[in-house]
T-cell receptor, first 113, second 115 residues
């Protein structure tokens, strides 16, 4: 069975700081990778996804993630965070061709103005 | 295009009771997945329905059961409720197909409290 680890449970940044959230997964086959975001009081929204091709994927709101197959990682990045990025971020993985997602435990990001 | 909707929003039940949660999938989506999100945790996969058939199940006991209807809406039923069943229950819909990958779109969830 696959598993997902998110190393940072709670991150506090000032506005304009750069962001990198770590995500590692364990699974022996090919995978699809996702980052979801949950803003306060809102439902889970898809931030970006990787299915195949270019390992650097761009998502909404200036976020991007890089799939490094050799490291089983899919880290999320943003060059300059805003107060509105305060939210919980979840990394998720599914084996290619299946739709059941395995989520990490989430990273709570707090951006201070 | 309407998104995924769930009802009710909140629910309080007593241990031992049964509960039914409902989900309407996003327009055009034929696959529905259910997840349980305990406080401070990531969502955990319960099961998935594709064209009215169960198409995968996570590590949940048989007292968690489900249905999908011809219009692709779905129900999650939980019998003999336990205190640990208190959680946010999320429904997600997607397109489906054998060997094909699609992203899932989540509803707002139903907050279940078992006392």
């Amino acid at each position: 069975a696959q598993s997902v680890s998110q190393h940072n449970h709670h991150v506090i940044l000032s506005e304009a700081a750069s962001l990198e959230l770590g995500c590692n997964y364990s699974y022996g086959g090919t995978v699809n990778l996702f980052w979801y975001v949950q803003y306060p009081g809102q439902h889970l929204q898809l931030l970006l996804k990787y299915f195949s091709g270019d390992p650097l994927v761009k998502g909404i709101k200036g976020f991007e993630a890089e799939f490094i197959k050799s490291k089983f990682s899919f880290n999320l990045r943003k060059p300059s965070v805003q107060w509105s990025d305060t939210a919980e971020y979840f990394c998720a993985v599914s084996p290619t061709g299946r739709r059941a997602l395995t989520f990490g435990s989430g990273t709570r990001l707090q951006v201070q103005p | 295009e309407t998104g995924v909707t769930q009802s009710p929003t909140h629910l309080i039940k007593t241990r031992g009771q049964q509960v039914t949660l409902r989900c309407s999938s996003q327009s055009g989506h034929n696959t529905v997945s259910w997840y349980q999100q305990a406080l401070g945790q990531g969502p955990q996969f319960i099961f998935q329905y594709y064209r009215e058939e169960e198409n995968g199940r996570g590590n949940f006991p048989p007292r968690f059961s489900g249905l999908q209807f011809p219009n692709y809406s779905s129900e999650l039923n939980v019998n003999a409720l336990e205190l640990d069943d208190s959680a946010l229950y999320l429904c997600a819909s997607s397109l489906g197909g054998t060997g094909v990958s699609y992203e899932q779109y989540f509803g707002p969830g139903t907050r279940l409290t078992v006392t």
